[in-house]
């Protein structure tokens, strides 16, 4: 959950998605180590000036002594460098980067990124993307969706506000209308650019259900810092209900305006 006070926090973000205490693990471990590296070699700096400060009847010496030795420190922090890449950096990575969940058994949404705000595209029940084209892009319709195809009847448009069920991945596949910006949830531990003429995917698999703020991780104008939405994770029934709501509500709006038009939020 997010903390809605700026008060004191110490160490991370909660974690809230199934690869985050991989990472919390490693960054743990790093810090752990990193610090003892330090206070070792703090220490042994000080004995040096202390040992071997200038003082009467000594004198420097300017051959060099113990070659083999001096490697053993410098092994041991490549040793433990290589450990902590080979056994946890590069499989860490591959588990959140290279190995995306099956779509068909994941729950699919488009972001399309602008300045300043996130439009969130859900395919709806039938589970399919209705057409999207750039000259239908509007005031009333930020994502260019075509009302003409069948399959966008049913399709959610959201503003800043993604609704996700709990025990199953999400995959966002991301686009920007604009600059390039970045889809951060701190939560999830997970970041990723979404760039203008291109897609670039991020999944996630959330394990708490609550509300997750979504960030802008990539400073993209002066609206940057308002570019900011949330992610909430419902529980399967929850997310099922809130689906068939906006499914009902944008119904009824197309049939009220006598026209058709996207649901959007702004909450
Ligand atoms: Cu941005």
Partial sequence: MIKEDWGFQT?????????????????????????GIFVVWGVYFIYCLVAYRARDGHTGTYHQTGEKASFI???????????????????????????TPPPSESNNIHVIAQQFAWNIHYPGPDGKFGRRDVKLVSA????????SDPASKDDIVTINQMSVPLGKPTILQMTSKDVIHDFWVSNFRNKQDVVPGLNTNLWFEPTKTGKFEIACAQLCGLG????????FVKTPEEFDEWQKSQVAEKAGTASAAGAVAPSENRS
Avoid: C, R
């Fill in 11 to 35: 160490g991370l973000p909660e974690a809230a998605s199934s690869y985050a205490p991989n990472i919390d693990w490693l960054m743990n471990v790093l810090h752990v180590v990193m610090i």
């Fill in 73 to 99: 420190p410098d092994g041991l922090i490549l040793a433990f460098e290589m450990w902590l890449i080979l056994a946890f950096g590069i499989p860490i990575w591959a588990s959140v980067k290279q190995s």
């Fill in 140 to 147: 009333s319709n930020s994502i260019g969706l075509d009302e």
């Fill in 224 to 231: 940057h810092t308002q570019m900011v939405g949330n992610v």
